[in-house]
């Protein structure tokens, strides 16, 4: 199969919500050990539970340095958000070195506040939610709740965030050598709505073979062909059913299928071996219908050949994939289709479908146009099988 | 004098109408020539979904992520890759009282019976 070079790509910069179609980082950096872990952890967690409950938008900042009133002050860029997201939460990380007898008296003694820089804010003192020892790294960490400071924040159309961190009793070593031994980070949860703008897309797609052919490389490949298989996928999951009785008795129903019971002599098994002969007589019909039934056909992406490799940490490929072929009417056999499917098509007129019947969710790991590191979460993005329905 | 009726009818273009819906579809066991093994109901409202998937999808489709860049897809390369398509996204089952092959009276639910709601996929 083949898709087009230039909507894949326009469609990712969409994903990834850059504006330029193609950014330059002027000054590449490598984020801190600690940054990195945390979002490795969560990562990690989002594949595992598809999604998360803290929302589906996650961004670890790191700091610059500010001075405010003739004192050092902890600068976060939160520009750009989402018009339409929710701040779910926000945390402000701080590592302490030297994991000994001392660090929990110095970790009582270290302060946080948000810095008011707008005339409609209020000064706050954050509140710690978690001092202890980090089970993965060999350090020390504080942890306050930033929401609040956050959400005041995005509510003013603030493009930063201002904290300052004090130690009690003691003077503060200055900010610049603060940020390279205890590096503080600032990791915002977020919920958004987020889905595919597909005017944008189509228009920067047009936009750019318009000016490719403008230039004369006409004869430039359009279509990406890298790794084009079927993906057919004989296993299916259930469509969501709605009151459905919770019992093993009625699981044990629910796997029974429309035929059983309803005056079929033979059994299924024997159906599909009769079936299966018939077909084998054929080589041209088996063929033709492994080609024109329903099955799952797509290619695999990769970002590094779009040049995304230089933001995407994770995924390094995208699957994109799609049902294709034809349901049976009526269908012979009962393996791939729902009850409602097969009455469908032995009665009704309208045709029956080949359809996704399961869907997960595309997880991107990637620094954005600002530097920042994100974790986004695309619910319902990937087949997993295919299906009449 | 007859007061004149208060308000026009909303009249649906003939593309909206022909939108991603669930639609009216009655199984009649009758028909099916089952009437001798199903002893109750005689039929029920199975219902289907009907109707296209365009590109833009209006947000009352219910499309997925998936379906929206399938539609892209589509529109560029429509020989090759499908449409996303009007399927059930809920369902519900259906409990039939019919005599098995030994005439035994048997109640069985039979899951993805009825189809309760539809969308672009």
């Known amino acids: ?389 | 004098r007859k007061n004149r009726k208060k308000g026009r009818k909303h009249h649906n273009t003939e593309a909206e109408s022909n939108l991603c819906r669930r639609t009216d579809f009655y199984v009649d066991f009758d028909d099916l020539n089952w009437q001798d093994w199903i002893m109750a109901p005689k039929g029920y409202d199975a219902y289907q979904c009907q109707g296209s998937c365009p590109n833009p999808m209006p947000a009352q489709l219910n499309a997925t992520n998936h379906a929206i860049i399938q539609s892209l897809l589509h529109s560029l390369r429509p020989d090759e890759v499908p449409p996303p398509c009007c399927v059930p996204t809920e369902t519900s089952p259906l409990s039939i009282l019919y005599m098995d092959v030994d005439k035994v009276i048997v109640i069985r639910e039979y899951a993805d019976m009825r189809v309760e709601s539809c969308g672009c996929r």
């Open chain 1, 1 to 389: 199969a083949k898709v087009d070079v230039d909507l894949i790509n326009e469609t990712i910069r969409d994903l990834l919500h850059f504006k330029s179609s193609d950014p330059n980082v002027t000054s590449f950096h490598r984020s801190s050990h600690t940054l990195t872990e945390h979002m490795k952890n969560l990562y990690e967690n989002f594949i595992d539970e598809d999604s998360n409950e803290d929302g589906n938008l996650v961004r670890a900042i790191e700091p610059a340095v500010g001075k405010f009133e003739g004192q050092e002050v902890l600068v976060f860029d939160v520009e750009g958000f989402d018009s339409h997201e929710s701040i779910m939460r926000a945390e402000l990380h701080f590592y302490l070195r030297r994991r000994d007898s001392f660090a929990r008296r110095r970790s009582r003694q270290i302060r946080a506040k948000s810095v008011c820089v707008n005339e409609y804010c209020r000064q706050q003192t954050l509140k710690k939610i978690r001092v202890g020892g980090d089970e993965n790294l060999e350090e020390y960490k504080v942890i306050w709740d930033a929401t609040k400071s956050v959400f005041d924040s995005y509510h003013l159309d603030a493009k930063q965030a201002v904290f300052r961190i004090t130690r009690e009793h003691s003077k503060m070593r200055p900010y610049a050598e603060m940020i390279r031994k205890s590096t503080p980070f600032l990791v915002i949860y977020s919920k958004v709505n987020h889905t595919l703008d597909t005017v944008s897309v189509m228009k920067q797609t047009e936009q750019t073979k318009r000016k490719r052919r403008d230039l004369g490389n006409e004869e430039l490949r359009e279509y990406y062909n890298y790794n084009s298989i079927p993906l057919d996928n004989d296993d299916r999951e259930p469509i969501k059913r709605k009151n459905g009785k919770k019992n093993s008795l009625s699981e044990e129903i629910s796997s029974e299928d429309v035929w059983q019971g309803f005056g079929e002599e033979t059994s299924r098994e024997e159906r599909e071996r009769i079936a299966n002969e018939e077909l084998a007589n054929d080589v041209r019909v088996v063929l033709l219908q492994n080609k024109n039934r329903c099955h799952k056909e797509g290619v695999l992406v990769s970002l590094k050949h779009f040049g995304w490799d230089r933001y995407v940490i994770e995924p390094k490929t995208i699957e994109t994939s799609f049902c294709k072929g034809k349901c049976a009417k009526p269908m012979l056999t009962s393996g791939k289709a729902s009850n409602h499917a097969m009455l469908q098509s032995l009665f009704a007129a309208e045709p029956v479908c080949c359809a996704p019947t399961n869907l997960k969710s595309l997880n991107f790991w990637y620094r954005d146009e600002k530097g920042r590191t994100v974790i986004r979460n695309y619910s319902k993005m990937l087949i997993g099988s295919c299906s009449c329905l």
